[in-house]
């Protein structure tokens, strides 16, 4: 059975930092393409930062500069490291882990950034 289990979310001030984990169970995780997503209130889920299983990473443009996502196969973990967090950074985070057609997602950790 496939887990995907986000931690590291919580309440924190603009200029803060957090660190996001998911740890990866049920998958062979260094052939998977592991991807960070968040979902606003009232909004569709959005692409947050992606590393493929070679270690080639991509972000949206609102995140560049102030988040990194990372991986530790020997953990089977990914991490999100976010500084310099934003009021409109607020959002349930998302762990995804994508091979092909095999596609799995974590229940989601909530960040809120306060003002």
């Known amino acids: 059975q496939v887990q995907l289990v986000e931690s590291g979310g919580g309440l924190v001030q603009a200029g803060g930092s957090l660190r996001l984990s998911c740890a990866a169970s049920?998958?062979?995780?260094?052939?998977?393409?592991m991807g960070w997503y968040r979902q606003a209130p009232g909004q569709q889920r959005e692409l947050v930062a992606t590393?493929?299983?070679?270690?080639?990473?991509n972000g949206a443009d609102s995140v560049k500069g102030r988040f990194t996502i990372s991986r530790d196969n020997a953990k089977n973990t990914v991490y999100l490291q976010m500084n310099s967090l934003k009021p409109e950074d607020t959002a349930v985070y998302f762990c995804n882990a994508r091979l092909g057609a095999r596609n799995h997602w974590g229940q989601g950790t909530q960040v809120t950034v306060s003002s």
């Open positions: 049920g998958i062979i995780f260094r052939l998977y393409d």
């Open positions: 590393i493929t299983s070679r270690g080639s990473q």
